[in-house]
């Protein structure tokens, strides 16, 4: 049987694991923060955080689903062109297949599941 999994509201905001420069990286220095949990499923779930910068994504493998607690990033979609500009309390998903770019404007944090 599994067990529930809580993140209180202090373990959100709170210091979060350095994880190194954002791989792929092609403008300023995303260095990377993580609070992976375990799910008890092949499911990757945790707290990202990420300083700005930006990089491409092509092809996404899976379907990312995050909630953006605090920060703001900027998301252009390769297939439509479209620019959409996140911030806090916005949600995403981004689905397999998905081609387009992340810019961080300002220090992001996110709740995420990738499955």
Same mark, same amino acid.
Do not use: N
């Given at each position: ?8 509201r202090h373990?959100?905001a709170g ?9 792929? $990286? ?5 260095? @990377?923060?993580?609070?992976? #949990? ?7 779930? *945790?707290? =990202? ?10 092809d996404r ?17 390769? $297939? ?5 500009? @996140?911030?806090?309390?916005? #949600? ?7 081609? *387009?770019? =992340? ?13």
């Amino acid at each position: 049987m599994s067990a529930l999994i809580h993140l209180s509201r202090h373990a959100v905001a709170g210091d979060l694991e350095p994880a190194g420069r954002r791989a792929g $990286a092609d403008s300023g220095d995303p260095q @990377v923060r993580l609070l992976p #949990v375990a799910s008890g499923s092949e499911a990757q779930v *945790g707290i =990202w955080e990420c300083e700005p910068g930006g990089w491409p994504v092509v092809d996404r493998p899976d379907t990312e689903t995050c909630y953006i607690i605090s920060g703001a990033a900027r998301l252009t979609d390769d $297939a439509t062109g479209r620019v959409i500009d @996140v911030g806090p309390g916005d #949600v995403l998903v981004l689905p397999p297949g998905w081609t *387009g770019r =992340w810019d961080v404007v300002e220090t992001i944090r996110k709740a995420y599941t990738v499955f």
